[in-house]
């Protein structure tokens, strides 16, 4: 069983970014950005009080979707302008406490970039084509308050991540 906790578009921003995503796959996600990877996040779900002391203490914020961005040849992305995710970030991290190893595994602390994936090379689709499109279909680019984080749990591997719950941030 794997976690991960992410931070939500408001629901008519989600649907525009998932009518453009169903154009390229079919197995999309559903559109999130990512806060704190699976790095940590135990099935026993120790960890889930710890991350519940440190939403409900930081205050909601704002987050601007941006331009579309690569990493690499393998993953188009929105980005994200939201000084508070790398705070909310850090806490969360320091909260779970994962292991050295993990950190580095799933880009955590100074190597965390806040993004919205559109796309994967996986899926056999020319990403440079995809973000030119993005950049004509998806703008403007959305603005939300996030209000609350998604805590997502995938029962086995491969599966599809579901919600698991929401947790609110200090409004």
Same mark, same amino acid.
């Given at each position: 069983?794997?976690?991960?906790?992410?931070?939500?578009?408001?629901?008519?921003?989600?649907?525009?970014? %998932?009518?453009?995503? /169903?154009?390229?796959?079919?197995?999309?996600?559903?559109?999130?950005?990512?806060?704190?990877?699976?790095?940590?996040?135990?099935?026993?779900?120790?960890?889930?009080?710890?991350?519940? @002391?440190?939403?409900?203490?930081?205050?909601?914020?704002?987050? @601007?979707?941006?331009?579309?961005?690569?990493?690499?040849?393998?993953?188009?992305?929105?980005?994200?302008?939201?000084?508070? %995710?790398?705070?909310?970030?850090? =806490?969360?991290?320091?909260?779970?406490?994962?292991?050295?190893?993990? %950190?580095?595994?799933?880009?955590?602390?100074?190597?965390?970039?806040?993004?919205?994936? !559109?796309?994967?090379?996986?899926?056999?689709?020319?990403?440079?084509? %995809?973000?030119? /499109?993005? @950049?004509?279909? !998806? =703008?403007?680019?959305?603005?939300? =308050?996030?209000?609350?984080?998604?805590?997502?749990?995938?029962?086995?591997?491969?599966? @599809?991540?579901?919600?698991?719950?929401?947790?609110?941030?200090?409004?």
């Amino acid at each position: 069983m794997q976690f991960f906790i992410g931070i939500v578009p408001h629901a008519e921003q989600e649907e525009r970014i %998932i009518s453009f995503m /169903r154009q390229y796959h079919p197995d999309y996600s559903l559109p999130h950005i990512t806060v704190k990877a699976q790095g940590g996040l135990a099935p026993e779900r120790d960890w889930l009080e710890r991350v519940e @002391a440190v939403c409900r203490a930081f205050p909601a914020f704002r987050v @601007a979707l941006g331009a579309p961005q690569y990493f690499g040849n393998r993953v188009l992305y929105l980005g994200v302008d939201a000084p508070e %995710i790398h705070n909310l970030h850090r =806490q969360l991290v320091a909260a779970v406490n994962p292991p050295e190893e993990l %950190i580095g595994k799933y880009f955590e602390r100074e190597q965390y970039v806040p993004h919205l994936t !559109l796309a994967q090379a996986k899926h056999g689709v020319d990403l440079r084509e %995809i973000g030119c /499109r993005a @950049a004509e279909e !998806l =703008q403007p680019y959305p603005a939300f =308050q996030a209000e609350f984080v998604r805590v997502y749990c995938q029962e086995r591997e491969g599966a @599809a991540y579901l919600l698991l719950c929401d947790i609110p941030l200090q409004v």
